[in-house]
Each structure stands twice: as C-alpha cells, then as structure tokens.
C-alpha cells in the first residue's frame, strides 16, 4: 500500500531565508527547501503566495540588495512546476491571525489540505487553535524529516 505523500505549505519567510542562504547549502532553511523540492512532498501554492513573495523581495531594500531578479524569478518558475496550485479564488479569509497579511495561508494550508505548515513566524507557530494542519517552525519540521 503506497503512502500518501505529506502535503507541505512553505511561508514566504521560509522562502526568502531560502533565497538568502543560496550561498549556504548548510544552512537548515537550504536543506528543508531542498528536501521538500527534491523528495517526496506534496508543495502547496498560489497565486497569493506568489504576489506576497513578490511584493517582500520588490519592496523591502533589505532584500532588493540581496536577492537577484533572476534567484526570484527562477524560484517562482520551480514553484509553479513542482507545486500543486491551489486556486482561493472568492474564498474568505479567516481573520484569525494577528498580521491580517497571514490570514490568506491559514485559508490556503486548509483549502489545499495541507498537513504542515512551515513558518519562521511566532504569531502562527502560536496560534492556539484548532487547525486541520500543523504549524511547524522550519528547524522542528527538518529534523522530523530527517529523522524519519
């Protein structure tokens, strides 16, 4: 009987850590990213999660000077290959986190049925609701998947 494969919803702050450490292959963001690209997960995004990465590498000078165009265009483009799309077209977002801008990935990690959602974020790693997901910080979810 084969295993269904974990379906995994990376936060904009994993991916831009991830940008970051492209000189760091070492580093644990380098390797989840790399693990959840390369193995056998189920990657959710959307067009919101695109917009949102945009939008922080475009505007944020701090990250305008470290990550090229082309290392976001070339993350965007495997995104969009290796990811499943989910589409939240007219779908209300919850207002239950305390940035309104993070309340799109509890709506997306619950439409995309996501298992776990991976985030550098304490607001959502905090969040003391009853969620059909887990919300894990990036070194706690690499070491379940190394380990198991």
């Known amino acids: 009987m084969s295993r269904t494969p974990p379906r995994i919803l990376l936060d904009t702050n994993v991916l831009i850590s991830f940008l970051l450490s492209a000189d760091r292959p070492t580093a644990t963001v380098h390797r989840l990213v790399s693990a959840v690209l390369n193995e056998s997960f189920t990657l959710l995004a959307s067009q919101e999660l695109l917009n949102e990465l945009t939008r922080k590498v475009r505007t944020k000078p701090y990250l305008t000077n470290r990550i090229t165009s082309s290392q976001l265009?070339?993350?965007?483009?495997?995104?969009?290959?290796?990811?499943?799309?989910?589409?939240?077209?007219?779908?209300?977002?919850?207002?239950?986190?305390?940035?309104?801008?993070?309340?799109?990935?509890?709506?997306?990690?619950?439409?995309?049925?996501?298992?776990?959602?991976?985030?550098?974020?304490?607001?959502?790693?905090?969040?003391?609701?009853?969620?059909?997901?887990?919300?894990?910080?990036?070194?706690?979810?690499?070491?379940?998947?190394e380990n198991d």
């Open 73 to 145: 265009q070339r993350l965007i483009e495997s995104l969009r290959l290796l990811s499943e799309w989910i589409d939240l077209g007219d779908i209300e977002h919850p207002r239950v986190v305390r940035d309104r801008d993070d309340d799109y990935l509890i709506a997306l990690a619950t439409v995309g049925r996501a298992d776990v959602l991976v985030t550098g974020d304490f607001d959502l790693q905090d969040l003391d609701l009853p969620l059909p997901f887990r919300v894990m910080s990036m070194s706690a979810f690499l070491a379940e998947i």
